[in-house]
């Protein structure tokens, strides 16, 4: 994106002017404001806006735990009135919806037909086994890295880690089956554990990688993290957690690369997270609050943007949200959100946020 790249948000509703947010740099945003106050719905025009004015040149990826933003493909019909009102316009936008496991299975065929009518490219997404850390698999069935059943998990991941290729579910537990010095009783516990891992239907078991390539800068990608039960086993946060971790690295490899003036493989990317704060909690760990932190802190140099919407920012880690420079607040009302913006917003506003709501 070598030229200015301005999104318009809609309209100031005193003066009538359009409001103008800078997107060409790498930025962190945030949205809040309690439920029900168009959060999403602004997360979806700032995502319009980037897609149409980005012409290529950036992938979007979308974090959906609502399974609510494939209708982005569709011309927006109920508003039309209101769209015109805004100075927006009603058309639909190309969407890829990556869906953890197999689609036909998570939204039934009768689903999955309708949705290839509407033009959606709709994808199955699958983790590699292979690229979850030692550490993330025993987190996976909380388990401690220094019990039993920790110790030889951790064990038979690193050992097929060390030898560099793709293994599946079923190498794991070759591999543990394998190991001497674990005893009968935690291998069948692990076993029953890998089983109900398998079931789960997103990890891959051959060696194709959920990588770089499923994503497309000719579309709006949206991940329906809404087919995974958020309780089981911090499941969509290891997704998102993948996902992170790849992008991550194959974009500052694509960054040395233009520096070097060689044509990258890979744009700049913007990573959306609605309900941010089921992935980037205040209190307590999640497979995915490191690398979403590091994304905000360290992404600017290799051009990795953010835009997290919570209707809790007191719920979002505090270091995610100092990094975020651009603060699109909707309506607030409790107490401790309130505060948090205002520590936030010390550095961009003189007074008090307390008195505008
Ligand atoms: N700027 C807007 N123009 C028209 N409709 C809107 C706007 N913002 C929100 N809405 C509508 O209001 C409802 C709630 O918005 P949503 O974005 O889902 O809220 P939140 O994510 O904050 O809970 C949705 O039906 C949405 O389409
Ligand atoms: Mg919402």
Redesign the pocket.
Known sequence: MAQRVLLGI?NDIESNKEVIIEGDRSRAMFIC??????????MG?LIEELFEKAQGEAIIVLADPMG?FHTMALPNDD?TH??YQ?GLTEKGFPVRLLVPGDPGQRYGEEIVEPLKERGIDIRPLRINPSDLSPDAWCSLFNLSVNDLMGIALYRAVSDLQDKGDFFSVNDLERSIKRDPRTQDKTREALFNRLSIASKWGIFEDRSSRAKEEMFTSSAINVLDLSVIDPGSHGLRNLVVDIIARNLFSARTKARRKEEFGLSPELPRIWLAI?EAHQFVPQSGSSLCKEVLIRWVKEGRQPGLGLIA?T?QPSAIDTELLSQCDLILS?KITAIDDIQSLNRLSATYMSGELKTLV
């Open positions: 809609g404001g309690k439920r029900g106050s168009g959060k999403s719905y602004t025009v609510i508003q209101e769209l805004w609605d919407a209707q909707h």
